[in-house]
């Protein structure tokens, strides 16, 4: 019984990371390099949330699109101002660039918000018992908000011209520029969706547990992790990367300490880099 | 009034050049292949018309309009297609997706074309729905030509279009060549297949470590002694 209430806590975590990693391998898929930023970006919708939940007092179906749209903004600005004039510059220098803005937007968190714990909303969110487990309302929004946000992914990479353009990008920018796409424009709608699913998952995370400046900084670790485990570059590799490190971080804590859990991921993350780098699922070295 | 005009011109990548002054004329209505041993810059003239590598010196025109240098999607935009030799597919993308992908600067429904392509090239229209990966080379050429006619272009160059093709799919993949041609398509291509290309071909350029070292019309360079014995395997 308590396997499967873990594998539960699992899945709710593994959410919130999918949610991350399919940023990431979309990034590192069109853009060629390892974005350190991306938990700091997840901070940065969390904490926007706050303010439309907290500061202006709405409610948070009304905030959650808002804080993805401003986390979106955000996404392009920071582009548009430092990853653009580096674009032809090396993976290594891309990286390098994206630590450092990892730490501005950490930061700037810091400054306007202060460094203590914050929450949404007061109050106790009683779980469902069904058979013995128990399941908060709250994880369930966060699964199935997740998988919704997963499905339009899905719709919009399949569906529409734009969504097809940034497959095609990612497959081979140069034979789409040759056969006329635009990849500026693929480049400003892979951060637009980039930042809106971080900012998805940052408000979940901070839903699930509580929100502060490093929530973000913390979860990057498993959110890299599940990109490299399911292939980096591959959206879908990075889904089931997610949900698999959620429910083994959970898992491991029948047998270490919960304080080791960044441990598990990092050592997973070890793993598959030497045995296998191209991921689970495939995708690129 | 020609097609494209390569002037002259010079250069390669990073700091060493690979063309030393190669000139290359495409009337209207023309195939026109550019032959020559390995290493000969070949491909690479192809990509200078591309703006895909830096040229130190000379011009290119297409139509009237100069070219010398231009981002490749405008090349595009004017009715020029380009099938490299590797690495021209989408992947990951359906037959079909990557059709539509070559016809992404036409906004509307690319369906007539599709169905066009799909008449030239029947096999891979039982295909449309794989990813395009999953494809044997000589469906993938298929695809990668189909992907490069969705805009109609005025003039197509074509990589290699016969590389690592089964024997008996090279000279299919020729014929559809000569049919596009026949549609009002200019064709500029590199081949290795020297024999074949040149019996296809109206006009022929060989070159030698980056130069223009003959040029005639296919049928005179297939029957040239010494191209014959030099280039063309005796």
């Known amino acids: 019984m308590e396997v499967l209430q873990l594998i539960i806590y699992g899945i709710v975590l593994g959410s919130v990371i999918t949610l991350g990693a399919i940023g990431v391998s979309l990034i590192f898929g069109i853009l060629r390099f390892a974005h350190f930023a991306h938990g700091d970006m997840m901070t940065v919708g969390a904490y926007l949330a706050l303010v439309g939940v907290g500061v202006l007092q709405w409610p948070m179906p009304v905030v959650f699109p808002l804080a993805l749209a401003g986390t979106a903004l955000v996404g392009i600005g920071i582009d548009r101002v430092i990853y653009r004039p580096l674009r032809k510059a090396s993976p290594i220098i891309m990286l390098i660039s994206s630590v450092g803005t990892a730490l501005m937007l950490r930061s700037l968190v810091q400054i306007v918000w202060g460094p203590d714990n914050k929450i949404y909303e007061a109050g106790i969110d009683i779980p469902y018992r069904i058979w013995g487990l128990r399941i908060k309302p709250d994880q369930i929004t966060i699964v199935l908000g997740a998988f919704a946000l997963v499905v339009l992914l899905h719709l919009f990479l399949h569906r529409t011209r734009m969504g097809k353009a940034m497959r095609a990008t990612s497959d081979n920018i140069d034979l789409a520029k040759v056969s006329g796409i635009n990849t500026e424009r693929v480049v400003l709608w892979t951060w637009i969706i980039a930042a809106a699913m971080a900012a998805a998952g940052g408000i979940f995370l901070g839903i699930d547990t509580r929100l502060n400046p490093i929530m973000g900084w913390r979860i990057l670790l498993p959110v890299f992790t599940a990109s490299i485990l399911g292939g980096i570059g591959s959206i879908y590799g990075a889904i089931f990367g997610g949900l698999l490190i959620g429910v083994v971080q959970e898992l491991s804590t029948l047998f270490i300490s919960p304080a080791y859990k960044p441990a598990v991921a990092f050592g997973i993350m070890v793993i598959m880099l030497v045995v296998r780098p191209r991921g689970l699922l495939g995708g690129r070295q | ?234």
């Open chain 2, 1 to 234: 009034m020609s097609l494209l005009t390569v002037q002259d011109i010079t250069g390669g990548y990073g700091a060493a050049d690979i063309l030393h002054g190669v000139s290359i004329t495409v009337n209207p209505g023309e195939i026109v292949s550019i032959i020559g041993p390995n290493g000969a810059g070949k491909s690479t003239v192809m990509k200078a018309v591309f703006g895909l590598i830096r040229i130190r010196k000379g011009r290119i025109f297409f139509q009237e309009t100069e070219i010398t240098g231009m981002r490749p999607d405008l090349i595009v935009r004017r009715g020029m297609c380009y099938v490299p030799q590797e690495y021209n597919i989408f992947p990951s993308l359906t037959v079909q997706e990557n059709l539509e992908m070559g016809a992404f600067l036409r906004k509307g429904d690319p369906a007539k074309e599709i169905a066009k392509v799909y008449d030239l090239f029947p096999p891979i229209k039982d295909r449309r729905k794989q990813a395009a990966g999953t494809l044997s080379g000589g469906l993938r050429q298929m695809v990668a030509i189909g992907r490069a006619l969705m805009l109609r272009p005025s003039l197509l160059l074509l990589d290699e279009p016969s590389a690592g093709l089964a024997p008996l799919f090279i000279d299919h993949i020729f014929k559809q060549i000569q049919k596009i041609n026949r549609l009002g398509v200019g064709i500029l291509m590199v081949e290795q297949n020297a024999r074949q290309a040149l019996r296809f071909s109206h006009r022929g350029y060989i070159l030698v470590m980056g130069t223009n070292r003959y040029e005639d019309t296919g049928e005179n360079l297939l029957g040239n002694r010494e191209v014959a014995e030099m280039f063309l395997g005796g």
